[in-house]
């Protein structure tokens, strides 16, 4: 058997990871559903499920990969017993993989056309109104949309037909310290922009008016649906990484690392959305579109905004598309463990499936808006994102908490015996009744309580 590829150093495991994590579900979609659902109470939530049900599911999906040293499904039949079928849950898995690279091409697409508007000048001077005619003049254009999700694929095969370590780690590495490099510099500034205090107080403080005027339930849920969605958890989306390394560390440790850095990119955003939207009177909830309605305003009114505009959107380009690289090396991952393929005809092929399979979400916003599944207004991105975030994530997630702590599963004595090799922070024993208990029971009813609240 061929020896697997492994990543060159702790570094670059530790950012690989977080790039996988960090990306749209951070930078786009965290401020946006934080001023949806009331600003700092939603921060405060968050956090507190990251911690709670994040790092544990993390943790464990670390543990399920460094044992098996294979993609998600290979690893279930590993490591399930005999006569079981756990490894069932895979092949959802990978189904979630392919319909995330769907829509997220499409968003990376949107974020690469805007850092060449940006590069180009073209915000300058405009008003609010004319950046929003710019941003629904890309969303009705099919040829806008393809050519734009058709780079992103093809650069993110063409890293990852190179190599784990000489296209995967070394792209990402560079990319990721680039990127919260210039997010702190931007959200500096951006809390320096006269009526930033009040999107400070928006962002940060808790409000129970707040509170009250989104629904105590609805946050609640909103966070703890972002807290799996932001760390990309339940698909192995994280389990591939977790293969890739030695057990010199705990890897309780390691999800904590991971996580601190994923939740300081999505903290550092709001500080660069919240206060300018203050600052310009934009609405805090405006939804998907507020990161492309937001900043081009704030670069606009800054000296040298058109460099520091260029160079936010490329740098947030390199979180999308590092994201892309970490699902991406995933369905590279299942084609090398189960039929043997070589990695350069992996990436060919899988960015082909993805190519031609992202098309209908791209046309869904103009030549196919027509089709609303699920409830009216509804997009084809709509239905791609309700099938990764409300069932592939949530279930995965779920059956992963059961397949390590139940003994009819991997149990959690090998679980427990995998994650507290090395050294750094140990899982402690206390806590099996809220692995094998608790833990599956709240990520149960959030398959269950967002699949019914969304109809």
């Known amino acids: 058997m061929k020896q697997r590829e492994t990543l060159g150093s702790r570094l670059g495991f530790i950012l690989l990871s977080a790039g996988c994590a960090i990306g749209v579900g951070n930078v786009w979609r965290f401020p946006y559903i934080t001023g949806q659902y009331g600003g700092g109470i939603f921060v405060l939530i968050y956090v507190i499920f990251l911690l709670l049900l994040g790092v544990p599911v993390l943790t464990m999906e670390y543990a399920m990969g460094r044992a098996s040293h294979r993609s998600i499904l290979p690893a279930y039949r590993m490591l399930e017993p005999k006569e079981t079928r756990w490894h069932v ?6 189904a979630g993989n392919y319909v995330l690279l769907m829509y997220y091409s499409v968003i990376s697409g949107w974020i690469l ?3 060449v508007l940006m590069a180009r000048g073209v915000f300058a001077g405009l008003d609010t109104e004319a950046i929003a005619a710019i941003f629904d003049g890309m969303m009705a ?4 949309m393809t050519v734009s999700l058709l780079i992103i694929v093809l650069g993110t095969a063409v890293v990852c037909g190179m190599g784990l370590q000489k296209g995967v780690e070394k792209v990402t590495k560079v990319m990721m310290i680039a990127l919260l490099v210039l997010m702190v510099l931007l959200g500096i500034r951006s809390c320096l922009l006269d009526g930033a205090s009040e ?6 403080m808790p409000s129970t008016e707040h509170m009250q005027k989104a629904g105590l339930w609805n946050c609640m849920y909103a966070a703890l649906n972002q807290s799996f969605f932001t760390l990309s958890i339940g698909m192995g989306g994280m389990e591939i990484f977790g293969s890739y390394i030695d057990r010199r560390k705990r890897l309780l440790g390691e999800a904590l690392t991971v996580t601190f850095l994923d939740t300081f990119v999505a903290i550092t955003a709001g500080f660069i959305i919240f206060p300018a939207c203050f600052a310009y009177g934009i609405a805090p909830d405006a939804g998907p579109k507020l990161i492309f309605l937001t900043l081009p305003r704030v670069f606009s009114s800054l000296a040298g905004g058109r460099f520091w505009g260029t160079l936010f959107f490329l740098f947030l380009s390199f979180a999308a598309f590092s994201t892309m690289i970490g699902v991406f090396e995933n369905l590279q991952a ?3 463990d189960l039929r043997g393929t070589a990695r ?5 092929v899988n960015g082909v499936i993805i190519a031609a399979c992202s ?18 207004g509804n997009t084809v991105m709509d239905l791609e994102d309700f099938f990764v975030s409300n069932i592939c994530l949530p279930v995965g997630s779920f059956v992963i908490t059961l397949f390590c702590s139940w003994k009819y599963g991997w149990g959690f004595e090998h679980f427990l015996a995998e994650a507290n090799e090395g050294k750094g922070i140990r899982v402690a024993r206390i806590l099996r009744p809220y692995f094998q208990y608790i833990l599956p029971c709240i990520v149960g009813f959030l398959v269950v309580y967002g699949i019914v609240t969304y109809f």
Do not use: D
């Not at 254009?141 to 806008?144: D, E, L, Q, R, Y």
């Not at 098309?359 to 009216?376: H, I």
């Open 199 to 204: 999107g400070i107080a928006f962002y940060l």
């Open 141 to 144: 254009s099919p040829g806008i």
């Open 344 to 348: 350069k005809k992996a990436a060919a």
């Open 89 to 94: 849950m895979g092949y959802l898995a990978m």
């Open 334 to 336: 299942f084609a090398i």
């Open 359 to 376: 098309l209908p979400c791209a046309l869904g916003f103009n030549l196919w808006s027509s089709f609303q599944p699920l409830r009216p």
């Open 113 to 115: 056309y805007y850092t």
